[in-house]
T-cell receptor
Framework: AQSVTQLDSHVSVSEGTPVLLRCNYSSSYSPSLFWYVQHPNKGLQLLLKYTSAATLVKGINGFEAEFKKSETSFHLTKPSAHMSDAAEYFCVVSPPSSNTGKLIFGQGTTLQVKP | DAGVTQSPTHLIKTRGQQVTLRCSPKSGHDTVSWYQQALGQGPQFIFQYYEEEERQRGNFPDRFSGHQFPNYSSELNVNALLLGDSALYLC?????????????FGSGTRLTVV
């Protein structure tokens, strides 16, 4: 069975400082991994996606994530936080090439950005 | 180009009633998946529709049912509503059932059961 664990339910950073949101996954197969962001009253937006190509994945708005198979981790980072980054972030795993369409979400991490 | 459209945005129902939620996929997408997001939780997969058939189902009771129309739009029906059904219901569309090219999510329908 596949699962994801987001290690922090809440992260608070100051504007201009680095962001680190941690995610560990469990999968019997080589998974597809995603990070999604959810702003209040808005739909989920894809930040980035890992599908067994480069282990360092660059996404939108300056975010990137590194796939580390040995650590079963897929942490999300950003060098400098902006006030607009305050939102809920979800680490997501999907069964590879199974055509199930089932995304498995973590519990989410709330990112607070202080001025 | 419109993304995924869901209606209504909010609604309030009484325990025991039935509700229908609607979703129009992004232009060009033929696959629709539904998710339930309880307050403070990540979304949970309900089911996926492709070619007007339910292709995959998550761990939800038969009170949850759906339909996909020839124009690829979809409905989610919930019967005999329980207080625990209160949640944000999200619709996601994709070009294929496996989401090879990604999923586009709507803003959701906030259902409150009282």
């Amino acid at each position: 069975a596949q699962s994801v664990t987001q290690l922090d339910s809440h992260v608070s950073v100051s504007e201009g400082t680095p962001v680190l949101l941690r995610c560990n996954y469990s999968s019997s197969y080589s998974p597809s991994l995603f990070w999604y962001v959810q702003h209040p009253n808005k739909g989920l937006q894809l930040l980035l996606k890992y599908t067994s190509a480069a282990t360092l994945v660059k996404g939108i708005n300056g975010f990137e994530a590194e796939f580390k198979k040995s650590e079963t981790s897929f942490h999300l980072t950003k060098p400098s936080a902006h006030m607009s980054d305050a939102a809920e972030y979800f680490c997501v795993v999907s069964p590879p090439s199974s055509n199930t369409g089932k995304l498995i979400f973590g519990q989410g991490t709330t990112l607070q950005v202080k001025p | 180009d419109a993304g995924v459209t869901q209606s209504p945005t909010h609604l309030i129902k009484t325990r025991g009633q039935q509700v229908t939620l609607r979703c129009s996929p992004k232009s060009g997408h033929d696959t629709v998946s539904w998710y339930q997001q309880a307050l403070g939780q990540g979304p949970q997969f309900i089911f996926q529709y492709y070619e007007e058939e339910e292709r995959q189902r998550g761990n939800f009771p038969d009170r949850f049912s759906g339909h996909q129309f020839p124009n690829y739009s979809s409905e989610l029906n919930v019967n005999a509503l329980l207080l625990g059904d209160s949640a944000l219901y999200l619709c996601a569309s994709s070009l294929d059932s496996g989401g090879t090219y990604g999923y586009t999510f709507g803003s959701g329908t906030r259902l409150t059961v009282v």
